[in-house]
């Protein structure tokens, strides 16, 4: 193997240690993780605790009220898991109900028609039962202290406040309540405070209090699913009609009886074997297979001494994620409820077939593989304008889009959104490794709760309204995800944990990293440094679900010359500011020595660790 000599620059130290490491999307939260791996934690007690921080710190981009896939490694069980906390839809959530009553074609990108089943609280609670050490009121001590004495709002709350300002004045005054505290948008570095959620996690302690550790944490479980926070969940929906993207108010779909009904769970990760390493993802309820089958395609293509910004390199790995994406439209799909071929999806047969239509210019047509009896190809809604991250009504595309007007014009970081998602990367002394991707449930998804502090989520957006679909609405049925963690094996042994936000980007931003890691020996935070892209080829994920045929965005670090050869080659490309592509973090286990990167892109997440 060959080696591009990377720039010796990296905008961060790569931490490099033996004790612990976290990287996380926001310091604030890779700081308490830190903190419980220092007070004799392991990797999953840092883990939760982490999580329920970032609900706070970060309430844009993720909440109580949304959902979360997890794969973790823990020394004592042996083998990779993957923890679904990925809510299904509710009972009443029919495509009659939505499609042939209400008249809609899609559904909703906010308000109240598109929420599942939160289901962060009971995974982070499995998590913790099972493989942590410290006990519930230990986990989420800074997430109440945060929420009730404050935390330094950054820039990217600010703006996301401030461009759904009306909608809140004019139509969700619970959100108006909590987020214009004073009248208006808080300012960047405003010390906020939530005191209503602070409430909500201090009285499930309380409640949940008494006994053994494991008997506390089924004890809030059945809090969270049963007692106050799902009444309070099913009295909203039942009696509140909400504005959303329709321009007509709905009432919520969701109910205490569907809360009650599901519990999160452990699964199996999908894996794919790519010269010494295995790379795992969560099944085909996620997006998580499209890096997978990548790699797939790639494998058949001498990347090694490829510059990992230059024409050929960005070329490859676009085309090879057009079919990947076209695959993921027709084919993935809930496996509790339709048939998926993922064996056939990962074959050597299948991706020989399908590497031949990779050639020297850009393909401009969703070209999905044809697999007998499995999948129907989606139909592409086109577009030629922008996509927007967060538009006035609250609905828009994870970390890609612009948001108007939020810096000055002639900033070079104007309206670059700084993601709707989060992620972290842990890993402690013991070889214990845990990777989570939380979301949904954003400030701007639904109105707050008032009796809780947080808004729901609208994961249902995912579903498609046609019976003969993969990805078909149906009640309890899971949505096909974007939410994608990923940990690869080395030789059999657990080695790398990483992950980004970024909706649909995250499929293309993940086996970027990996490659650039593998083929051009780029050190974990050179590889995240790196100048990096994404195509906006296939139907996003998220209302109103279009596609921008042949539009790849590049970062402004990618040469003119490569910019002028990949338009050469086809490809209809924008670019944008230096630093906008790609919201990373990693942690990787080599025998006893532990690393950990961050993204610097947004000015938010960080690597810590010793």
């Known amino acids: 193997m060959s080696f591009v000599t990377p720039d010796p620059f990296t905008t961060r130290p790569e931490i490099d240690g033996t004790f612990g490491v976290v990287a996380s999307t926001h310091w604030i939260a890779t700081a308490v993780g830190m903190g419980v791996l220092e007070r004799g934690g392991n990797a999953f007690d840092a883990g939760v605790a982490t999580a329920f921080v970032l609900q706070v710190v970060e309430p844009h981009l993720n909440g109580p009220g949304g959902d979360v896939p997890v794969i973790l490694h823990d020394v004592w069980v042996g083998r990779p898991q993957v923890v679904c906390g990925q809510g299904p839809a509710p009972a009443a959530a029919t495509i009659g109900h939505l499609r042939d009553h209400l008249g809609l074609d899609l559904v909703p990108g906010t308000g109240l028609l598109a929420p599942c089943v939160p289901g962060t609280f009971d995974a982070y609670m499995l998590i913790l039962r099972d493989h942590g050490t410290w006990r519930l009121a230990d986990v989420l001590e800074a997430a109440i202290a945060y929420a009730r004495d404050g935390f330094p709002l950054v820039e990217r709350v600010s703006a996301t406040i401030a461009t759904v300002e009306g909608l809140f004045r004019e139509h969700w005054p619970s959100s108006a309540a909590t ?152 084919f993935y799909g809930d496996p509790d409820f339709v048939a998926v071929p993922v064996e056939t999806l990962l074959s050597d047969g299948y991706n020989d077939e399908r590497r031949r239509l990779v050639g020297d210019t850009a393909s401009l047509e969703q070209r999905p593989g044809t697999i007998p009896g499995f999948g129907k190809a989606l139909d592409a809604r086109v577009s030629s304008g922008a996509r927007t ?56 998804s639904s109105p707050v709760i008032p009796a809780l502090g947080f808004c729901l989520g609208t994961r249902a957006q995912m579903f498609v309204l046609d019976e003969g679909h993969p990805a078909a609405l149906a009640p309890g049925k899971r949505p096909r995800s974007t ?22 980007q995250q499929d293309q931003w993940i086996p970027q990293f990996f490659l650039r890691h593998v083929h051009a020996g780029l050190s974990l935070q050179a590889a995240i440094d790196a100048p990096a892209w994404h195509t906006e080829h296939f139907p996003s994920s998220f209302w109103p679900r279009t596609a921008r045929p042949g539009v790849v965005v590049v970062e402004n670090r990618i040469t003119p010359g490569t910019v002028a050869e990949l338009r050469r080659r086809g490809h209809v490309v924008e670019v944008g500011s230096d630093w906008s592509e790609g919201r990373l973090t990693a942690a990787s286990r080599d025998g006893r020595r532990l690393r950990a990167a961050a993204n610097p892109r947004g000015m938010q997440g960080y690597a810590a660790g010793r």
């Not at 997978?292 to 990992?308: E, H, T, V, W």
């Not at 009504?393 to 939020?406: C, L, M, N, Q, S």
């Not at 810096?407 to 709707?420: E, H, L, Y």
Request: aromatic share 8%; with cysteine.
């Open 179 to 330: 987020y214009l505290k004073d009248g208006g948008v808080p300012a960047p570095g405003t010390l906020f405070t939530n005191p209503a959620l602070a409430e909500t996690y201090a009285r499930i302690v309380r409640e949940a209090a008494g006994g053994s550790r494991e008997q506390e944490i089924e004890r809030a479980r059945r809090i969270w699913s049963q007692g106050f926070v799902a009444e309070a969940i099913d009295e909203f929906c039942r009696t509140q009609a909400v504005m959303d993207v329709t321009g007509r108010p709905h009432k919520g779909l969701l109910t205490g009886a569907d809360m009650a009904a599901w519990q999160a769970s452990v699964e199996a990760p999908v894996g794919y074997e790519y010269g010494r390493y295995t790379v795992l993802k969560a099944g085909p309820w996620t997006q998580g297979l499209a890096t997978l089958q990548q790699l797939a395609l790639l494998k058949g293509f001498p990347l090694d001494g490829l510059d990992p910004a230059g024409a050929d390199f960005i070329h490859l790995q676009v085309e090879c994620a057009k079919l990947a994406f076209a695959d993921r439209d027709t």
């Open 389 to 444: 991250a967060v538009g006035s009504t609250g609905a828009g595309e994870p970390t890609v889009g612009r948001i108007a007007a939020t810096v000055p014009p002639d900033d070079a970081r104007s309206g670059v959104v700084r993601g709707d998602t989060v992620h972290f990367d842990i890993i402690d002394r013991h070889g214990n490794m845990v990777t989570a991707t939380p979301s949904g449930g954003w400030l701007q």
């Open 483 to 504: 939410l994608s963690p990923t940990m690869a094996l080395r030789d059999g042994e657990p080695y790398l944990a990483w992950g980004s936000p970024g909706g649909d």
